[in-house]
């Protein structure tokens, strides 16, 4: 886990270093990551022998937010296997400033 320093390219060395050339489902290349738009990083709910965080790739962070969405509703049906722990958008760090959920009457 990192202590003093929690920047982009602190956390995509972590990474780096912590897979090595192992690989996972979608694992993206260094240079995918440095040229993404948005990098997520997320570590498994579970205790595992993998290293800590795996990385995925958006377009835009409404994309983030239509998974975290689908997540919060469906998770009844399907509990998420791993926790969302960075977002950062052009390499600068995001967080989740609200949450809104609104109803409807159903016809």
Known sequence: ??????????????????????????RPSLEQILSAPVVTFWQAVKESKDPPYTIKLYDELKDVEKYLTRL??????????ERLVRIYA????MTIRAVRVLFGEVD
């Open 1 to 26: 886990m990192l202590k003093h320093k929690d920047g982009f390219m602190d956390w995509v060395q972590l990474h780096e270093r912590a897979w090595g050339s192992r690989i996972y489902p979608a």
């Open 72 to 81: 919060l509703v469906r998770t009844s049906i399907e509990p998420p296997n």
């Open 90 to 93: 052009h390499q600068k760090r």
